[in-house]
């Protein structure tokens, strides 16, 4: 049965251009998108930008430019990777367009008009590279420099709007602790969350002065400018308060990294719980899943431009160069810090990957039972007979739908990896299927092709439901495979984010004798490190 599903990447800084983490949380975003769309459901998958963070305005000045077009040249950049990459996002948000900024005005004005925002003064410290405060005892912990870049933090203060923060802990921490209507994972990140919630709550500043024209303005007051991050947050339910994307509101998954968690566990959810207190905002519910990803590293260290072993966008375009684009997306979303702990982003593992998963896996795979399939029956995929006798289970309808089993378990569970390992479990399995029966012998004895036949039509079925499994990881390279096996109308069906009828899709037996089946080039080529 379908449904809606609308998933979110954060929305990325427009200082500079885009690298491995902003395409890694993208590429996820757009397995889970595509995924749901197979399945049928009504989707949409938001990306976008952040464009009114002070180091805009400083990174403009450095470049002789003004904040707008410094804000325009890089947001450019990162729709352009964007699409060059494949992604299927259905809109592309910019925190300058109006369509957002009005609608982040009338949410602070709403904000105003319930008490929930009032005026008062704060002195604390701030972390100018992530432009926000650090609690004192946070300060302290890190010896008052920044978590994130280790620069000193500064003693500021200054007069701002403050949103009541501290009214909403109790709350928090209830929908923490069933989980049900909003959840945080990994689990270990909840943890954090909710110990730090359990400290105290302060009201926090959601305003600055001094900001000049650059952002948002609090409504009536022209000196405040609305702090960056509100404004930021506000991305994922301005773009769908219309009246025809109402509907995929609560968002079903929010994807950020660990370094916003605070924001998006406790601002983000508190702001929605005063603004649904009001009339009208009863559709404005809290968002159903949080999901914190680790970061990479590179060559076991940290990714530093100064080590100079940052995967930039130069080195996101060699890798799809060499290896290609479906390479690049499934080493990302099966290899990625999806947990608790960093990944490695290491050449030598990114070709492990390739070759024994891609090239060895699934190119060989196809490549064998295509290249029989055209020995033994002129390219026409045959009728399946009887049975070859080799005393191992052959119900592989059955295996089949383990694997299917396993698949949605791990894609609900957003465990990309286990989610591609089942159905590579089921192309290897279909080569485990092809060493135990031996075709290739098979075909030499006297009255034995109707059993070959058996056995190249249930290799086929297989990799054809195997297939369905890997389009969100793999979409261009199982699209080849498709066409060339006569299940063109799935890439029809999916084409410019279609809707697909998975449930029906993967029920065994689909595959129609006589089909032509297409040799052509191996889907994945195996890749000689010298060859680089």
């Excluded at 904040?67 to 040249?73: G, K, M």
């Excluded at 912990?141 to 500064?154: A, C, H, I, M, T």
């Excluded at 209830?174 to 110990?195: C, H, M």
């Excluded at 105290?200 to 000049?212: C, K, M, Q």
């Amino acid at each position: 049965m379908s449904s809606k599903f609308y998933v979110t990447t954060p929305i990325y800084y427009v200082n500079g251009e885009p690298h491995i983490g902003h395409v890694y949380t993208t590429a996820v975003g757009d397995v889970l998108a595509r995924y749901h769309r197979l399945k049928g459901d009504d989707t949409f998958f938001l990306t976008g930008t952040d464009e009114h963070a002070t180091k805009v305005v400083d990174s403009a000045a450095e470049n002789g430019v003004s904040p707008q077009e410094w804000a325009d040249r890089n947001a450019k950049a990162f729709q352009d990777t964007f699409t060059r990459l494949g992604m299927s996002h259905d809109d592309f948000i910019r925190t300058t367009q109006d369509r957002h900024k009005d609608k982040v005005q009338d949410y602070f004005k709403q904000l105003l008009d319930c008490g929930d925002v009032y005026l008062g003064e704060y002195e604390g410290w701030y972390d100018a590279g992530q432009e926000e405060y650090i609690p004192e005892n946070k300060a302290k912990e890190f010896g008052y420099k920044s978590p994130v870049n280790d620069q000193p933090l500064v003693r500021k203060a200054e007069k701002n709007y403050f949103f009541k923060l501290s009214a909403y802990g109790d709350s928090l921490l209830q929908l923490l602790g069933s989980g049900e209507v909003f959840d945080v994972r990994p689990t270990a990140r909840k943890n954090e969350v909710v110990a730090r919630i359990r400290e105290g709550l302060n009201d926090v500043p959601i305003s600055r002065t001094g900001s000049g024209d650059w952002g948002i303005k609090v409504p009536g007051d022209d000196e405040h400018t609305i702090y960056v991050w509100i404004d930021a947050l506000i991305n994922y339910l301005s773009t769908v308060d219309t009246p025809e994307r109402r509907y995929y509101w609560p968002a079903d998954v929010h994807l950020i990294g660990k370094e916003i968690l605070w924001f998006h566990a406790v601002i983000w959810p508190a702001m929605l719980l005063a603004l649904n207190k009001l009339p009208g905002n009863e559709w404005m519910k809290l968002p159903r899943l949080l999901y914190t990803h680790s970061q990479w590293i590179s060559e076991g260290k940290k990714m530093s431009k100064t080590l100079g072993n940052f995967i930039d966008l130069a080195q996101i375009d060699h890798y799809v160069e060499v290896f290609g684009l479906d390479a690049l997306r499934y080493f990302l979303t099966t290899n990625g810090p999806l947990g608790t702990t960093d990944s490695d982003f290491a050449e030598a593992k990114f070709i492990e990957v390739y070759n024994t998963d891609l090239a060895n896996t699934l190119g060989n795979c196809f490549s064998r039972v295509s290249n029989m399939t055209g020995r033994y029956f002129d390219g026409r995929l045959p009728k399946p007979g009887p049975e070859p006798q080799t005393g191992i289970d052959q119900e592989h309808d059955r295996t089949a739908e383990h694997a299917v089993r396993d698949y949605h378990r791990a894609m609900q569970g957003l465990e990309l990896s286990k989610a591609a390992d089942a159905a590579m479990g089921l192309v290897r399995a279909v080569d485990g299927y092809i060493e135990a029966t031996q075709p290739f012998q098979l075909a030499k004895q006297d009255g034995k092709l109707p059993e070959v036949g058996t056995v190249l039509y249930n290799c086929a079925e297989a990799l054809r439901v195997a297939s369905l499994l890997l389009w969100p990881f793999l979409p261009e390279k199982i699209e080849a495979l498709w066409r060339r096996t006569g299940c063109g109308h799935y890439a029809d069906a999916l084409a410019d984010r279609g809707k697909g009828e998975l449930d029906q899709w993967l029920t065994w037996g689909q595959c129609k004798p006589g089909t032509e089946i297409m040799k052509g080039d191996p889907l994945f080529p195996r890749f000689q490190p010298a060859k680089v």
